[in-house]
């Protein structure tokens, strides 16, 4: 009797999102709750959240929240469809700006090719042509292009420094292009303080990042934004000192 007593105090609503039209589902959607449940809409656009006894539930997508929902007045909790007034259409700005980071990061390996496929030179060998054998010489001689550029430290350690701050911008850029202010407001609503902070704080790593998908992105962004809010409520905060 208690178990089922606590299961009607918690249980999960799903559903689709759609745009307006009720034909194409929205992705990458968050679905919120009052009691702190928290989803984010697939490429089909369903979504699973859990709710308790007097919550209410909203949709949150690109900056703009739909009205709240009380759950006790959802009929099919199994089934909560909801369109969006966005036109699905001009919604790939988020794909727009990929194409344009990949186009440009395409475009800087082309413009940089030179620096980008630079190599330490190598001590090689060359053979000599047998015009120019003579008896006791080695018919193996050193590549004189090759020495010279052995004694190029300075060239060559600039070209290196230069190679690696390239793929440092191009590793700074693709982060800042997938883990952004809009996405972390719209999936923690941190306030402008905190959320500089939190990024600074969670930054994730170019190795990191390209292990995850955009819900795993999503998931990474809010499990993260909890471990910053409690370690917050867990500083202790000093007197400000006065000289």
């Known amino acids: 009797m208690a178990q089922s007593y606590a299961q009607l105090q918690r249980w999960d609503i799903q ?6 039209t009720n034909k194409r589902p929205v992705e990458a959607v968050t679905v919120l709750s009052t009691s702190g449940g928290v989803a984010i809409t697939d490429t089909l656009g369903k979504y699973r959240v859990p709710v308790r006894q007097g919550d209410s539930i909203w949709f949150s997508y690109l900056g703009k929240n739909t009205m709240k929902y009380r759950v006790d007045t959802i009929e099919n ?17 988020v794909r727009v700006r990929s194409s344009n980071y990949k186009f440009d990061s395409v475009q800087n390996r082309l413009d940089y090719a030179k620096i980008f496929n630079y190599r330490k030179p190598r001590l090689t060998t060359s053979s000599n042509p047998p015009s120019t054998y003579t008896p006791g010489s080695l018919t193996v001689g ?33 982060i800042d292009h997938r883990f952004t ?18 990024m600074n704080t969670y930054r994730p790593s170019y190795e990191l990042l390209q292990l995850f998908n955009d819900l795993e992105l999503g998931y990474y962004i809010q499990q993260s ?19």
Request: charged share 30%; glycine share 2%.
């Open 15 to 20: 559903g689709t999102v759609y745009d307006y």
């Open 77 to 93: 909790t199994a089934a909560f469809e909801i369109a969006l007034h966005v036109d699905i259409h001009l919604l790939p700005e």
């Open 142 to 174: 050193l590549d004189l292009d090759a020495i010279i550029d052995m004694f190029r430290v300075k060239k060559m350690r600039s070209m290196m420094a230069l190679q690696k701050r390239l793929l440092q911008q191009e590793q700074d850029k693709y």
């Open 181 to 198: 202010k809009r996405l972390v407001r719209q999936l923690t609503n941190a306030d402008s303080t905190n959320v500089d902070i939190f």
């Open 225 to 243: 934004y909890k471990n910053y809010i409690a370690t917050k409520r867990r500083r202790p905060v000093y007197p400000q000192l006065r000289f």
